[in-house]
């Protein structure tokens, strides 16, 4: 019988393999954690969902950081009903986390932007929003930077389309799959007085 671990009966290592995984997620493009699917309300309050990378968490504040472009459709939902629920899931360690919370568009955005190469950078230089229709099929950007990057210079011509999306996390819902019995539990987040505390329980599979 495979070997159960640490975390399988014991909220306190669950929230700790949470965190561990959500910083591998960020630090690691090789992570099952490093994309994730957003989940958004649109305009016509329909459900709506993409998959994006996981850029930043806090676990002093509980935060993660999404970027975008501010044309998107997705700031724009978000600007319209600031809820949402981010799905991780991982195939091999059969883990599923769904981390609902409250997003904050970040006007301070100019540190993780500088974080960026330049060939990064070039994904906010396009001349149409995301999601526009076009005639043909193009990569919305001009023939110059379909192949190479921008200077620095032209990059920040850019930076007025970057955004953070900032998700305040208000709980995680932990899933693990074993044989031997799944294991769920839930980790409701308090912001009483600016004052994080954590209330942990276990749910029925």
Known sequence: MKELPKFYNSLEETR????????????????????????????????????????????????????SDN??????????????????????????????????LEKSKKESWEKLTNWSKRCYLTSNRPGQVSENPTSGFSNKFESEAPSSEESQKGFKNFTVIKVFIDEIEWLFLASQ??????????????????DSKWLVP
């Open 71 to 104: 044309r998107s459709e997705k700031v724009q939902h978000l600007k319209n009903n600031n809820s949402t629920c981010l799905v991780f899931y991982d195939d091999q360690k059969k883990i599923q986390l769904r981390i609902r919370g409250t997003t904050n």
């Open 16 to 67: 700790k393999e949470i965190f561990s995984l959500l910083f591998q997620g960020v630090k690691k493009r090789k992570s099952n954690f490093h994309n994730l699917v957003l989940n958004t309300v649109d305009l016509q309050n329909k459900p709506d969902a993409r998959t994006v990378v996981l850029r930043s968490f806090s676990q002093e504040d509980l935060t993660i950081g999404i970027h």
């Open 181 to 198: 019995g799944h294991r769920r539990a839930l980790f409701k987040i308090n912001r009483d007085n600016y004052k994080l505390s954590i």
